[in-house]
Structures are given as structure tokens and as C-alpha cells.
């Protein structure tokens, strides 16, 4: 994992923040994983500090964390910063301030149409990528894990997103960005959007519930050789109970695929390392 953590070092920022590849701009995605990622590796409260101190910075009034200044309506980074920022406490602030902008905000929801060619309903509560558009999978499922780890597991719009995982679940296992049938023919699943709502809706559904889309894993992780992919889904299985024994082998020949096709992104680097060093799974490694 050193070489690892190093790759991160050498896109961190003169004012703290962290850029997605070495030269790049601030995002504030790649610094709330670059934080995550490091304090999982054992980084104290002090070499984090200006890092955090970046996201808050760059946080709006009315609490969420943009993924660029210009771009205000793209909110997705917010849960991302919340779990950052979870852990030190002259943070409070501003992550309690992100989880109100959370809690009060929704995607655009509808009563389903007997003629709709969609399977999924529409009128489920959760949250979007962008403001004012239908809510998906993978922000509903981030949002679930920040509000979870800071003490709000048991709040409506929690017990709402995870219906809204559970009605966009496949019949025959898994999860994509969040269709399931479309015109009566139902989708495939995707690895990383798996992992990821397995990993949200731990502890809050029964296995049975899930157990076609644990199977659909067990069956694909070890062909996956992509990070989006095999990190979350080392992190989704984990979350059950079921990491794989040879999870470390398949992380560490994913990041050595680097050689090859070229450098992954802080981002990408980060998950990773937490499916690395996060055993019990993503939510518990905030614990």
C-alpha cells in the first residue's frame, strides 16, 4: 500500500485540497477520498486537517459540497464530505451542515403510470447526482452511508432510500445505476452499483432479501480487474460477511494493471485502498 499512498501524496494541493491525477485542479471528490483512504491507513487528525479544512472551503451555505463552484446543481460530492470530515471534531460544523442539505433534499419523484415502460417506482424517496433530476442507486446509497455513520440510520429518508434500493434491485440479482426493466425486458447489473448498495443497505434488510445479488458477486469478483468494479464489490461482500480470501491479491493485481494501461485517479487509488484495509466493509470502517 505504499506505493499507493504515495500516489495519492503527489496530487495533494499547495492549499490542502487534492487533485484527481498530479497537476490537476482542486476536486472535492478526490480530496474526501483522499482523506478517507489515509486516515484508514493510519493518518492521524493533524496531516488531515488542511485537507478538510479545503472541503469546507469550498462548501455552500446552504450545506452542500459542489463538485465545482460553476456546477452548484451537481451535488454529489456532499455525502463523500460528510464521511471526510466524520472523525474530527473542529469539522462538526460543516458536516452537520452537509447532513441538514441532505436530509432536506430529494430527487425528482413521480407516481409510477400503469403504462410506464419502466419497472422501477418512480415515486420512491432518494437522492440524485444533480439537483431537480431522478434519484439513482449510487447517490442514494452514499447518502445512506454518510447519514448512517453520523447517527441517523434510523431517519425516514434513510428507511426511504433503502426501499428505493430494494424496489431497484434485480429479480435475478444485483443492482445497475437504477433501471430495471425497461419495457418488460429487465436490465443487466453492473459490479460497482452491486457492491455499493449492498454495502448501504447492510444491517438494514434481511440476507434473504439479497441474496441473488450476493450470488451475482461471489460469481463475477474474481473477473473483474477494473477499480470501480472490484472495489466496490470487495466492499459490498464484505458488508455480508463474505469478503473474498483473495481479495488482497485481486487489489494488488489491479493496481499493478497500472503499468500497463496507465495511472488510476486519487479517486479510484483511494477505494482501493478502503477495500483493502476496510474488512468489515464500508460503513464499519467509519467506526
Given at each position: 500500500m505504499k506505493k499507493a499512498i504515495d500516489d495519492i501524496s503527489t496530487s495533494?494541493?499547495?492549499?490542502?485540497?487534492?487533485?484527481?491525477?498530479?497537476g490537476g485542479q482542486y476536486r472535492p471528490d478526490a480530496t474526501a477520498w483522499a482523506i478517507m483512504s489515509l486516515r484508514l491507513c493510519g493518518f492521524s487528525a493533524d496531516p488531515l486537517y488542511p485537507a478538510r479544512a479545503r472541503l469546507a472551503i469550498g462548501q455552500d451555505e446552504d450545506g452542500r459540497i459542489a463538485v465545482a463552484k460553476d456546477q452548484p446543481q451537481a451535488f454529489w460530492p456532499t455525502p463523500l464530505a460528510i464521511l471526510a470530515w466524520h472523525g474530527q471534531a473542529e469539522f462538526d460544523e460543516p458536516r452537520e451542515r452537509a447532513v441538514r442539505f441532505l436530509l432536506n433534499t430529494t430527487g425528482r419523484h413521480f407516481k409510477r403510470d400503469k403504462d410506464s415502460p419502466i419497472g422501477h417506482d418512480p415515486s420512491i424517496v432518494g437522492w440524485p447526482w444533480t439537483e431537480a433530476t431522478h434519484s439513482w442507486v449510487e447517490p442514494t446509497s452514499l447518502s445512506i452511508?454518510?447519514?448512517s455513520v453520523t447517527g441517523h440510520r434510523a431517519h425516514e429518508r434513510v428507511g426511504e432510500g433503502v426501499r428505493l434500493l430494494m424496489d431497484r434491485q434485480l429479480s435475478s440479482g444485483g443492482w445497475n445505476c437504477g433501471n430495471t426493466t425497461v419495457f418488460g425486458t429487465e436490465l443487466a447489473p453492473t459490479p460497482e452499483s452491486t457492491g455499493l448498495a449492498l454495502a448501504a443497505v447492510s444491517e438494514a434488510v434481511n440476507r434473504q432479501e439479497v441474496t441473488h445479488s450476493i450470488d451475482y458477486l461471489m460469481g463475477r469478483i474474481k473477473t473483474l480487474t477494473t477499480p470501480l468494479s472490484l472495489g466496490w464489490s470487495v466492499l459490498g461482500l464484505a458488508a455480508w460477511g463474505e469478503r473474498p480470501r483473495n481479495a488482497n491479491a485481486l487489489i494488488d493485481r489491479c493496481l499493478t494493471m497500472q503499468d500497463r494501461y496507465g495511472s488510476y485517479d486519487t479517486s479510484l487509488i483511494s477505494l482501493m485502498i478502503f477495500a483493502r484495509k476496510a474488512e468489515g466493509g464500508f460503513i464499519h470502517a467509519f467506526s
Open positions: 495533494r494541493l499547495p492549499d490542502g485540497g487534492f487533485a484527481l491525477r498530479p452511508a454518510a447519514l
